[in-house]
Every structure is written in C-alpha cells, then in structure tokens.
C-alpha cells in the first residue's frame, strides 16, 4: 500500500511537472507572439507616417486677381495680389504685380529632397522647399519680371549644409548642376518650377508646396464668389 501510494505521489508529481512545464513553454509563447504583434504594429505605424509624410502639402503663398485690362499693344495687363504664407499661416504683406497676358506664370527655385528624408521626418530635409522668383504673363518676357525678392532672401529658411559651406540658397546653382554637391546635402532634385493657369479677374488661387517637391496651383474661389463677398478669403 505505501509503495503503491509513493509511485501514485510519483506519477502525480512528474504529471504536476509536465504540466508546469506545457505552461510556461505556452507562456513563453504568447510572449514571443506578443512581441511579434507589438512589432509589427509599430513597424505599421512607422510606414503610415512615413507614406503621410510623403503625400503631405502646405499652403505657401495666395494670388488675388484684382482686374484685367486691355494695354496699349492690345495684349491684356492682368493686375495680381501676391500674398506669401507664414509659418503660422498668416497671410504675409501684399505685393501688387502687373502680368502681361491671361495666363500667368510663377516662377520659383525649388530643392527636393531624398524621399527617405522626407518620409522619415528630416527636422532639416522633411519637406522641399522653395524661393519664389517672379511673375510674368504668357504675353511677356520673363525678363521683363521684376524679381519678387532677392535670392538672399528665401520664402523658406532651410538649414546650413556640411560645415562651413554656407547657406543651402548660396550654392542653388551648384545643387543643380553637380551630383556630388546635391548628394551632400541629400537633394534630389533642384531646379527652377514655373507653373501657369489661365485667370479671370475677381479668381483667388492658392500655391501649394508638396512635401516630396513640386509647386502646384489651386483654384481657392471663383469670380462670382468674389463678387458677393467683396473680399478674398484668406
């Protein structure tokens, strides 16, 4: 009887053992699994950012068309309202400009950025940046523009690149013409963008800087919009 009882304490003992083990073996598991789960999450997170970055825009400068009027040579003057953006998204002071011809040009120097950078949230090289030049019509010659700021002077302050090189606009040209200059500064692309659209007087367009690079133009409000409110939305 108590050989039998000490084999039965035996066994029971060996079965309680497996069982603790089976346990942790299944913790051990689900912990592994968790882990797994928890990385995959954040890996997902990190694209999604990384994809939102990519496709993000910001509003940098708002166009007002004031009239349009026939000029001497028959070609018709439109009259503009440039207005830049802040970084607080306040309308900037105005500055009047007169295009000759219907369809207006915007013409700036724009720095694109490796998209890794930009995905990643570069605080330095997280979204393109651009200088605006000058305006002209379809009816003039770009020449003829007056420029809309110095170039020591960009809409968008960027960081300085390697060590004593200098401030990113003071070597544009560089950035355009040598590979090994823009890779430095992890630049894609740099070139000059002037995009145009056809205006009517009363229009308000915004111009858009998107993340990746590229200046776009778009229709805020329509004449008659205008016309009822007496003012341009900011």
């Known amino acids: 009887m108590i050989s039998t009882l000490k084999w039965t304490k035996t066994i029971v003992a060996a ?44 509003r ?17 003057i439109t009259q503009l309202m440039w207005q830049e953006i802040g970084d607080d998204g306040l309308l900037g002071e105005p500055t009047r400009v007169d295009a000759v011809g219907e369809v207006v040009y915007f013409e700036a120097y724009v720095v694109k950025f490796d998209h890794q950078f930009v995905g990643d949230g570069d605080p330095d ?8 030049r000058r305006i002209f ?8 523009a007056k420029p809309l700021k110095p170039l020591n002077e960009p ?19 560089e950035l355009v013409e040598s590979p090994d200059v823009a890779k430095s500064y992890g ?38 919009h205008v016309a009822r409110s007496g003012t341009a939305s900011p």
């Not at 007002?64 to 000029?71: E, P, S």
């Not at 090289?125 to 605006?132: C, E, L």
């Open 15 to 58: 079965l309680v053992g497996v069982l603790l083990l089976v346990i942790a073996q299944n913790r051990s598991s689900d912990t592994r699994l968790t882990a797994k789960v928890d990385a995959l999450q954040q890996e997902r997170s990190r694209l999604l950012k990384f994809v939102s970055r990519l496709s993000a825009s910001c």
């Open 60 to 76: 940098v400068a708002q166009v007002t068309v004031l009239d349009q009027l026939r000029g001497e040579q028959g070609a018709t």
């Open 125 to 132: 090289r997280g979204t393109s940046v651009a200088m605006f």
């Open 137 to 144: 019509g379809d009816r003039q010659s770009p020449s003829s």
């Open 155 to 173: 809409l968008i302050t960027v960081a300085e690149g390697p060590p004593a090189d200098g401030p990113l606009w003071n070597r544009f040209w």
């Open 187 to 224: 630049v894609r692309v740099a070139q000059c963008e002037a995009p145009a659209v056809r205006v009517r007087t009363g229009q308000v367009w915004e111009v858009v800087l998107d993340a990746p690079g590229g200046i776009n133009l778009r229709k805020l409000r329509d004449a008659h």
